[in-house]
């Protein structure tokens, strides 16, 4: 082989070599680095961006304070007996009426008392006076929805429960069946329309006619009605897992946003607050050469390593990051949207869970309303808020309140009409 097919051969191999690492570093996706510190970490769930959290998340209430209600229905009645008689179901109708009183003790599941009335016709026609009392199990098999949704407005309900008739005219108080299905539609948060059919299965001697100690007489009926909530109302969602979003980012756990870098996603583990410190602390620096800082994550410090804003906001001086704003409709307590209430969820999950203080502060646009209204205004704006998050089990010992009366502190004015929430250390 000649001195020149040598150095050719050298140099192909050389060139070949570069191709090759040239190859292999474009094949490397470049990240956002911080300019302290980066860790990535493998995830096998990919969420895609903007996710709900509560995708498998259950409602839950009080077990004793919340979701009571109360009824009251009217409607008709068909007596259907054995001896059957004379005359087809549309002849025996007779009128009839009942009052309710219950509880919702999930979405899903709840019981009542039902009190329902007035008379019937027997097998011969004859009118006859009657009463019912009895106790139903209630399954709501829409309530699954509460968990995913915000405004839930159907339910069907179908119940099974026992209790006693009473015939005032033979004195028979025998023991009976009761069944059947309910729709209800929420007009408003307290107030539900209804529409029930159901059915009572007795003892074939409750009318006076028929074989003692058997079954076969059955009273149908198909109510219309109104179901009022009281006390309080509603249902706070909670994820499956012990953990929300929130905590996973806290513990290190995979984000919820799609870093759309294959299956790595940055770790969360406040490289950037810490970042922040760090150039907090080098006031000097020139924005080029890397900063001093350790890897010990920002609330994990000794409160004596800390200086400036970290160490105001550990002792308890200064607002935990940036408020979250609460904006209502004009001259009213009620959300400009009632999604804002998912902050809610949050906001309480985190004061309990590291104990902290709770500041809510309530305001009013200052170009409309005297004074005086908006004075009243911020103090019911307050008032609500913190009355939400009692609902999501922060202590009222915990939540400061504070009115502002109207303000002009920012554009447009619609933005003055709200209550702003801060969580501090105690």
Known sequence: MTKSNKNMRKKLILMLAVACTLQMKAGVLSTCMDSTKIETKYCTKNLSFGSPSNEDAVAIGSVWSDNWFVG?????????GKPLGCEDLFGRIKPTFGLTFGKWITPAVGGRLYYQGVQFKDCN???QDYQHLHADFMWNVLGNRYGKQDDVRLDIVPFVGVGLLHNKGNGQKPFALS???QGQYRLTKRLSATLEIGNTTTFQEFDGYGKVGRFGDHLMSLTAGLSFNIGNVGWKRIGKSAHTDAEYAYSNHCPTVNSNIGDHYTRNDYSGLNSLRARLNNKRWDGNTPV????TSLFDRNEHETSGYFSEMQNGNVCIGTPVYFFFELGTTQ???PLQLLNLDEIAHVANEHCLRVKVVGAADSATGSAEINKNLGTSRAKFIAKELNKRGVASDCITLINEGGI???????????????????
């Open 179 to 181: 069944y059947g299905i």
């Open 292 to 295: 001093q800082n350790d890897s």
């Open 335 to 337: 959300l400009v949207t």
């Open 72 to 80: 009251v229905f009217g409607g008709a009645n068909a007596f259907i």
């Open 408 to 426: 002009s502190d920012y554009t447009p004015n619609e933005a003055n009409r709200q209550t702003k929430v801060m969580l501090y250390n105690r």
């Open 125 to 127: 026609l004859a009118v």
